[in-house]
């Protein structure tokens, strides 16, 4: 990886220029069967829609996909422990997360999600050592993607980054290496189910978000019972906010009548209580997911806040050009 500093420091031309290089030098540690690269050139290497009404206050949206995938089987009976983004089978196990996805962040501006060679379920079970020593692969297709994004799609317009559990983890890794040209633009970035640590925030400016209508700042939670229930691979995180209230200290906020959420500010996580726990607990997952962590739904539970938040926050962004 190039280092941070000359990464924020090249301008937006010298950035697109050495993210043109990555795929040289982003490989796994062990050889391993990994699928051939996408082309995002062609259309169907993205999962993309546009608004349904013009807008005039637009921020088009690059969204990083979670993981949906285990490890499989090529036709020679070798396993693979990345998505093949071309693969029907596959492409149809990450369409209900693409279709929620666009439906929450997508109301100012065309949603643009690159397929890329996420690692499995697999690797994230194995724990951290297997997921750093993998995603490599992944991130040379989430850096090639945005790379693309800003110069084909975005023409100049304030963008959104977001992404949920691995692609939470992809938008960390874009911020920590996005140059200032690019950083003036940025409207919010979305880490949802994913981690923001301490040494991110010494790394590069990936500023808090304080309230609901901040702009330039990272949104960041991760959803349980209980503390019990925190996954180790999704903790500790420096930043948590409520996104039913936006805010960053224990103030609860009513999900629903007998449902309350609120900061845990020692843990930095998200306190859901009212809920039956083993109502959202999947078994497969156990590996990863104790009872009483919410993961899977980060999304489904804060659909709404979420939609109006990226309009809001949108908003603000042109509002705060015009003063």
């Not at 206050?57 to 089987?73: E, G, H, I, K, M």
């Not at 596959?90 to 949603?111: K, N």
């Not at 995603?135 to 992404?163: C, H, K, N, T, Y």
Request: net charge negative.
């Amino acid at each position: 990886m190039f280092p941070v500093n000359v990464m924020r420091r090249c301008g937006l031309f010298g950035w697109l220029v050495l993210w043109c290089c990555v795929g040289c030098v982003a490989r796994p540690a062990v050889q391993e069967r990994v699928p051939a690269a996408p082309d995002y050139a062609d259309p169907q290497a993205w999962y993309r829609t546009e608004p349904e009404t013009e807008v005039a206050a637009r921020a088009d949206v690059f969204y990083v996909l979670p993981t949906c995938v285990w490890d499989w089987q090529d036709g020679e009976g070798q396993w693979c422990h990345y998505a093949d983004p071309y693969d029907p089978a596959q492409r149809a196990a990450m369409q209900p997360s693409y279709e929620l996805a666009a439906e929450i962040f997508g109301g100012r501006g065309a949603f643009c999600a690159p397929y890329y060679r996420q690692i499995t379920l697999d690797a994230w079970i194995a724990g951290e050592e297997a997921v750093e020593r993998r995603f490599g692969v992944a991130m040379q297709d989430i850096r090639a993607a945005f790379a693309r994004f800003i110069r084909e799609e975005s023409e100049g317009r304030p963008f959104v980054l977001a992404g949920f559990s691995q692609g939470g983890k992809g938008v960390v890794e874009l911020l920590r290496e996005l140059p200032d040209s690019l950083s003036e633009r940025l409207v919010a970035a979305y880490v949802i189910g994913y981690r923001v640590t301490e040494e991110d925030l010494a790394a590069v400016a990936i500023r808090p978000a304080e309230g609901a209508g901040d702009t330039g700042v990272t949104v960041c939670y991760n959803s349980v019972a209980d503390a019990a229930a925190i996954c180790p691979v999704l903790s500790p995180s420096a930043l948590c906010i409520n996104p039913l209230n936006w805010r960053t200290d224990g103030e609860p906020a009513p999900l629903n009548d007998s449902v309350t959420v609120r900061v845990d500010t020692d843990r930095r996580v998200l306190l859901v209580e009212g809920f039956d726990p083993m109502r959202y607990y999947e078994p497969s997952l156990a590996g990863l997911f104790a009872v009483g962590n919410y993961h899977l739904q980060e999304l489904f539970f804060y659909r709404d806040a979420l939609k109006e938040n990226v309009i809001l926050r949108t908003d603000a962004w042109y509002g705060s050009r015009k003063k």
